[in-house]
């Protein structure tokens, strides 16, 4: 086993591992043909064999092709198109979503994440859509806002990851579980059969049901891969049961072609109107929150190493393939975070002004301003904090006996001589014989920074 003192002169990673949380040096891999280490591969570029890969691949595909086809019947619907032009748009979003996808997971220099995020056409969009196709406007002028805000979007994308200490755990761990709640009034629609009046249909609820049951009993039952790809057979099972039902119809099925390419520009060129341009910036806006939550949750999920470059990657992405979608009749595009009204009251904003609906008429975007006013009000703007405040700010103060490790978390590390954790924020050392009192301070909300526990030990030292 390596001393700390061998670790911390390589600037290695400290991992909790056992009670005495031994630093151990980055993790390499085999040595290259001149005797030197490789570096060891990250842990989102890990390399499943084809079979898994395809099945992983193909259940995803199915996940997500019900929450992408959703928003193009919504405004198919209320735009007034045909079956066919439905259709057309349908087929638009999903190829736009492939490419969005290919864009975001392989990326290209400055653009992409690189992590194994799918994207798809954002349901914080339809609210305003909605709006501007009921004020007269057709689809030309929707393209043409989602044109003009994505361009925007793409420009601040650099700006807008500085942010990242705006989004502690709290911050992204609410606006993620809002998007999961925001699915449900959509969810139990479907489930439900989509009845005359709302009512549910007891058959389409029967198979719903079954489809659900065949799911749960796969991830807890299942063993290995079958419990880890229980959605792509139960899409299977829940399809074979409705045949026995006699509510499947397949009768359509044939009548397309194979393969073909949408039209580009389908439904004309865009036209530019200033009122819906200012609605879908605001969505723009609320995608690009949801996409950093996104990407901070991939990189602590995986393992991932996400600093304030990965998600500037991640948003140009976003915003380059939502600039894209317009011209191939598709609309903003997201790192799939869905959600589109308040699920407990989502008449609450009616009587707002316009403009208001469009920003808190979202679920998602209207806790995700409320997440983030907090965690300013709670972390930022306590009176007592230090003049310059450290990237910590945000997240409770951590401090380390200089005697124990066992307060280092995972991702920390030495940086000349300096604890930082993995975002590169200051982790302070503290003396033993002041650790209690700094503690005690801390609970007492008397210190609110790293910097005040700097300044606190050095004229502890000096008196």
């Given at each position: 086993?390596?001393?700390?003192?061998?670790?911390?002169?390589?600037?290695?990673?400290?991992?909790?591992?056992?009670?005495?949380?031994?630093?151990?040096?980055?993790?390499?891999?085999?040595?290259?043909?001149?005797?030197?280490?490789?570096?060891?591969?990250?842990?989102?570029?890990?390399?499943?064999?084809?079979?898994?890969?395809?099945?992983?691949?193909?259940?995803?595909?199915l996940?997500?092709?019900?929450?992408?086809?959703?928003?193009?019947?919504?405004?198919?619907?209320?735009?007034?198109?045909?079956?066919?032009?439905?259709?057309?748009?349908?087929?638009?979003?999903?190829l736009?979503?492939?490419?969005?996808?290919?864009?975001?997971?392989?990326?290209?220099?400055?653009?992409?994440?690189?992590?194994?995020?799918?994207?798809?056409?954002?349901?914080?969009?339809?609210?305003?859509?909605?709006?501007?196709?009921?004020?007269?406007?057709?689809?030309?002028?929707?393209?043409?806002?989602?044109?003009?805000?994505?361009?925007?979007?793409?420009?601040?994308?650099?700006?807008?990851?500085?942010?990242?200490?705006?989004?502690?755990?709290?911050?992204?761990g609410?606006?993620?579980?809002?998007?999961?709640?925001?699915?449900?009034?959509?969810?139990?629609?479907?489930?439900?059969?989509?009845?005359?009046?709302?009512?549910?249909?007891p058959?389409?609820?029967?198979?719903?049901?079954?489809?659900?049951?065949?799911?749960?009993l796969?991830?807890?039952?299942?063993?290995?891969?079958?419990?880890?790809?229980?959605?792509?057979?139960?899409?299977?099972?829940?399809?074979?049961?409705?045949?026995?039902?006699?509510?499947?119809?397949?009768?359509?099925?044939?009548?397309?072609?194979?393969?073909?390419?949408?039209?580009?520009?389908?439904?004309?060129?865009?036209?530019?109107?200033?009122?819906?341009?200012?609605?879908?910036?605001?969505?723009?806006?609320?995608?690009m929150?949801?996409?950093?939550?996104?990407?901070?949750?991939?990189?602590?999920?995986?393992?991932?190493?996400?600093?304030?470059?990965r998600?500037?990657?991640?948003?140009?992405?976003d915003?380059?393939?939502?600039?894209?979608?317009?011209?191939?009749?598709?609309?903003?595009?997201?790192?799939?975070?869905?959600?589109?009204?308040?699920?407990?009251?989502?008449?609450?904003?009616?009587?707002?002004?316009?403009?208001?609906?469009?920003?808190?008429?979202?679920?998602?975007?209207?806790?995700?301003?409320?997440?983030?006013?907090?965690?300013?009000?709670?972390?930022?703007?306590?009176?007592?904090?230090?003049?310059?405040?450290?990237?910590?700010?945000?997240?409770?103060?951590?401090?380390?006996?200089?005697?124990?490790?066992?307060?280092?978390?995972?991702?920390?590390q030495?940086?000349?001589?300096?604890?930082?954790?993995?975002e590169?924020?200051?982790?302070?050392?503290?003396?033993e014989?002041?650790f209690?009192?700094?503690?005690?301070?801390?609970?007492?909300g008397?210190?609110?920074?790293?910097?005040?526990?700097?300044?606190?030990?050095?004229?502890?030292?000096?008196?």
């Amino acid at each position: 086993m390596r001393s700390s003192d061998d670790a911390c002169a390589e600037g290695g990673t400290f991992h909790v591992i056992d009670p005495l949380c031994v630093p151990h040096p980055r993790p390499r891999g085999p040595p290259r043909a001149d005797g030197t280490a490789a570096a060891h591969p990250r842990p989102e570029d890990e390399k499943l064999p084809l079979g898994r890969t395809t099945a992983y691949g193909f259940q995803h595909v199915l996940t997500m092709y019900g929450a992408i086809v959703a928003v193009p019947l919504i405004i198919g619907q209320a735009g007034g198109l045909s079956a066919d032009e439905t259709a057309l748009l349908i087929s638009s979003c999903l190829l736009m979503g492939g490419i969005a996808t290919f864009l975001q997971s392989f990326g290209a220099p400055y653009i992409g994440s690189k992590l194994p995020l799918v994207q798809g056409v954002s349901f914080a969009g339809v609210a305003p859509m909605l709006v501007i196709l009921a004020g007269g406007s057709d689809l030309r002028a929707v393209f043409g806002a989602v044109l003009v805000s994505s361009v925007v979007g793409f420009l601040f994308a650099g700006a807008f990851s500085r942010i990242i200490r705006f989004f502690p755990p709290v911050v992204t761990g609410t606006v993620i579980t809002v998007i999961g709640i925001s699915l449900l009034p959509v969810a139990i629609s479907w489930a439900a059969g989509g009845g005359e009046g709302g009512a549910a249909a007891p058959d389409s609820l029967l198979l719903a049901g079954i489809t659900l049951l065949i799911v749960l009993l796969l991830s807890k039952v299942g063993i290995g891969m079958i419990s880890r790809l229980s959605i792509l057979p139960s899409f299977v099972l829940g399809t074979g049961v409705a045949v026995l039902m006699g509510t499947a119809d397949s009768s359509g099925v044939g009548e397309g072609a194979l393969i073909t390419f949408p039209t580009p520009l389908a439904f004309g060129t865009p036209t530019f109107e200033v009122a819906a341009i200012v609605s879908m910036l605001i969505v723009v806006l609320v995608t690009m929150t949801e996409t950093t939550a996104d990407i901070l949750a991939v990189g602590e999920i995986t393992g991932a190493k996400v600093d304030s470059r990965r998600v500037a990657n991640g948003l140009r992405a976003d915003m380059l393939s939502s600039a894209g979608a317009p011209l191939l009749n598709s609309f903003t595009q997201t790192a799939f975070a869905l959600g589109l009204v308040p699920v407990a009251a989502p008449q609450f904003y009616a009587g707002f002004p316009a403009w208001t609906q469009t920003i808190l008429g979202s679920g998602i975007s209207a806790a995700a301003i409320v997440a983030i006013v907090l965690n300013l009000l709670f972390n930022e703007l306590t009176a007592g904090n230090a003049k310059n405040p450290s990237a910590v700010a945000a997240a409770p103060v951590r401090i380390v006996r200089a005697d124990v490790l066992a307060h280092l978390r995972d991702g920390d590390q030495l940086q000349n001589g300096t604890v930082v954790d993995r975002e590169g924020a200051e982790v302070a050392v503290v003396p033993e014989h002041h650790f209690d009192d700094v503690r005690r301070m801390i609970d007492a909300g008397e210190i609110t920074d790293t910097g005040q526990v700097q300044q606190l030990i050095l004229s502890k030292s000096s008196s």
